[in-house]
């Protein structure tokens, strides 16, 4: 499933972005390689960065 669709990034993308690297859903997009275009996204995207993490052990 796509979250972004202006950049065509796919969830599950996202969901391994967020436990390797630090920053918001838009510093992920840009570790992608990807900038927010309509920014419609983006707040569905930081609830998947956010349980993406929590399923990270401390
Ligand atoms: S849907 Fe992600 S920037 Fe438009």
Same mark, same amino acid.
């Given at each position: 499933?796509?979250?972004?669709?202006?950049?065509?990034?796919?969830?599950?993308?996202? /969901? /391994?972005? =967020?436990?390797?690297?630090?920053?918001?859903?838009? =510093?992920?997009?840009? /570790?992608?390689?990807? =900038?927010?275009?309509?920014?419609?996204?983006?707040?569905?995207?930081?609830?998947?960065?956010?349980?993406? /993490?929590?399923?990270?052990?401390?």
């Amino acid at each position: 499933m796509y979250i972004c669709i202006c950049n065509a990034i796919r969830e599950k993308d996202l /969901r /391994r972005v =967020a436990c390797e690297q630090s920053g918001d859903a838009e =510093a992920l997009y840009a /570790r992608l390689g990807f =900038a927010p275009q309509c920014r419609q996204c983006l707040e569905d995207a930081e609830l998947i960065v956010n349980e993406a /993490r929590a399923c990270i052990p401390a």
